[in-house]
């Protein structure tokens, strides 16, 4: 008998489908506001500087789909800093008013300080500054931490999945050690990069005894740890429910050795569901992705390394933002462009993750999370 072989999705060889957002007819001055079809406003834009990784974090870029053989996005196809400040301004002219560098890792980016500075002279649509950061994951942040507040950065995310260092090492897949990271962090918080938060991805049965430790050790420190639920992003991860440790239990394994409360959120739409230590030891968040969507306040838009926009972090299909910024298109049109985008956006894949039917839809073709972004 001979097996009928299927192939599976190839990683290596695909490019995500795009189409190019056409520019509406009619166009109008942008007001700083546009909604989406449930009302939603755009007001948070994470870009992706490059699909490159220093890390083989297990849950995001596993070694044997991010091998040596794989095909990373090539220097010609990056959208330039100067094509990145132009989409920023436009974006903010939407009311976009916090803006996100990531990737991939974003510090490996040469000369990342740069694109800061251009950002951070960035006004938003009322006059403020915008909010900028950017997440990493430490390795070169001790070296790079005073150029980038040097160059207007304000604030720092670092990832940091377990204290215990065997357990980091064994995440990261590339050896690297808890104590370079805490170096980064150090470092970050020496030069006024404030406030601090630390992002730890809980795997149930792989980190999920850190939560506690993770605690102990950042208590009292000003920094925030966030606890984010282990996400289906993109097809390669192997993500299955059941290693999937809900919040709520990540909130009660913590609140048995040190008790919290629960605080009200900074903003309509943030991620984090924010908790206090009831001594007074600084505070907690939990970003409940899996188990308790949050999608009726989604304010995200993501810009890939190469310009495509993403209105998910589950598509499977994006905006070539770049075949318009190329085109001999003016900020008017660009900005129409991008608005009408939006104002069709209907997107809710985790209200709707609990039906097969749709994860099985797009299982395999969803975008990664090292090409898009966290
Ligand atoms: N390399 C940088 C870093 O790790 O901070 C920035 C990019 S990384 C893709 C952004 C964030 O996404 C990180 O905090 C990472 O832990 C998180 N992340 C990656 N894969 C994830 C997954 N499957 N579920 C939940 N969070 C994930
Ligand atoms: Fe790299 Fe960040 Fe993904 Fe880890 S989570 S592999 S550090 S992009
Ligand atoms: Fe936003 Fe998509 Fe996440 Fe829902 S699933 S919160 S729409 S990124």
Same mark, same amino acid.
């Given at each position: 008998?001979?097996?009928?072989?299927?192939? *599976?999705?190839?990683?290596?060889?695909?490019?995500?489908?795009?189409?190019?957002?056409?520019?509406?007819?009619?166009?109008?001055?942008?007001?700083?506001?546009?909604?989406? $079809?449930?009302?939603?406003?755009?007001?948070?834009?994470?870009?992706?500087?490059?699909?490159?990784?220093?890390?083989?974090?297990?849950?995001?870029?596993?070694?044997?789909?991010?091998?040596?053989?794989?095909?990373?996005?090539?220097?010609?196809?990056?959208?330039?800093?100067?094509?990145?400040?132009r989409?920023?301004?436009?974006?903010?002219?939407?009311?976009?008013e916090k *803006?996100?560098?990531?990737?991939?890792?974003?510090?490996?980016?040469?000369?990342?300080?740069?694109?800061?500075?251009?950002?951070?002279r960035?006004?938003?649509?009322?006059?403020?500054?915008?909010?900028?950061?950017?997440?990493?994951?430490?390795?070169?942040?001790?070296?790079?931490?005073?150029?980038?507040?040097?160059?207007?950065?304000?604030?720092?995310s670092?990832?940091?999945?377990?204290?215990?260092?065997?357990?980091?090492?064994?995440?990261?897949?590339?050896?690297?050690?808890?104590?370079?990271?805490?170096?980064?962090?150090?470092?970050?918080?020496?030069?006024g990069?404030?406030?601090?938060?630390?992002?730890?991805?809980?795997?149930?049965?792989?980190?999920?005894?850190?939560?506690?430790?993770?605690?102990?050790?950042?208590r009292?420190?000003?920094? *925030?740890?966030?606890?984010?639920?282990?996400?289906?992003?993109?097809?390669?991860?192997?993500?299955?429910?059941?290693?999937?440790?809900?919040?709520?239990?990540?909130?009660r394994? *913590?609140?048995?050795?040190?008790?919290?409360?629960?605080?009200?959120?900074?903003?309509?739409?943030?991620?984090?569901?924010?908790?206090?230590?009831?001594?007074?030891?600084?505070?907690?968040?939990?970003?409940?992705?899996? $188990?308790?969507?949050?999608?009726?306040?989604?304010?995200?838009?993501?810009?890939?390394?190469?310009?495509?926009?993403?209105?998910?972090?589950?598509?499977?299909?994006?905006?070539?933002?770049?075949?318009?910024?190329?085109?001999?298109?003016s900020?008017?049109?660009?900005a129409?462009?991008?608005a009408?985008?939006?104002?069709?956006? $209907?997107?809710?894949?985790?209200?709707?993750?609990?039906?097969?039917?749709?994860?099985?839809?797009?299982?395999e073709?969803?975008?990664?999370?090292?090409?898009?972004?966290?």
């Amino acid at each position: 008998m001979t097996d009928t072989v299927i192939p *599976i999705f190839d990683l290596r060889d695909h490019r995500y489908r795009s189409m190019t957002p056409s520019i509406p007819e009619k166009l109008v001055e942008p007001s700083g506001l546009v909604a989406d $079809t449930r009302a939603r406003p755009l007001h948070d834009l994470r870009i992706s500087v490059t699909d490159r990784c220093n890390f083989r974090c297990v849950y995001c870029m596993p070694k044997e789909v991010f091998d040596k053989d794989y095909t990373f996005l090539p220097h010609s196809e990056l959208l330039s800093f100067e094509e990145i400040e132009r989409t920023a301004r436009l974006f903010v002219s939407l009311g976009v008013e916090k *803006i996100r560098l990531t990737g991939g890792e974003p510090l490996l980016r040469k000369n990342i300080e740069k694109l800061v500075e251009m950002l951070a002279r960035i006004d938003t649509v009322s006059g403020k500054p915008l909010d900028l950061t950017l997440t990493t994951n430490a390795s070169l942040l001790a070296r790079k931490a005073q150029s980038l507040r040097d160059a207007g950065l304000r604030r720092v995310s670092v990832s940091l999945d377990a204290i215990d260092d065997v357990t980091f090492r064994r995440m990261n897949d590339v050896d690297f050690a808890v104590a370079d990271v805490l170096h980064g962090i150090e470092t970050a918080q020496a030069v006024g990069l404030a406030p601090i938060k630390v992002n730890m991805v809980v795997k149930r049965g792989t980190n999920d005894a850190e939560i506690v430790p993770m605690a102990r050790h950042f208590r009292g420190s000003g920094i *925030i740890v966030r606890y984010i639920e282990f996400m289906d992003v993109g097809a390669s991860n192997h993500w299955q429910m059941d290693e999937v440790l809900p919040s709520a239990e990540v909130v009660r394994r *913590i609140d048995e050795v040190f008790p919290l409360e629960a605080v009200q959120a900074n903003y309509a739409g943030e991620t984090a569901e924010r908790w206090r230590y009831r001594d007074g030891g600084g505070e907690i968040g939990v970003i409940s992705s899996v $188990t308790h969507a949050f999608c009726g306040d989604c304010s995200r838009i993501r810009l890939s390394t190469e310009g495509r926009l993403y209105l998910c972090l589950f598509a499977t299909e994006g905006y070539d933002l770049r075949a318009l910024l190329r085109g001999d298109y003016s900020d008017l049109q660009v900005a129409n462009a991008i608005a009408q985008v939006w104002q069709g956006r $209907t997107d809710n894949y985790s209200e709707q993750r609990s039906n097969p039917a749709v994860r099985q839809a797009r299982a395999e073709r969803k975008i990664e999370m090292s090409y898009i972004g966290g």
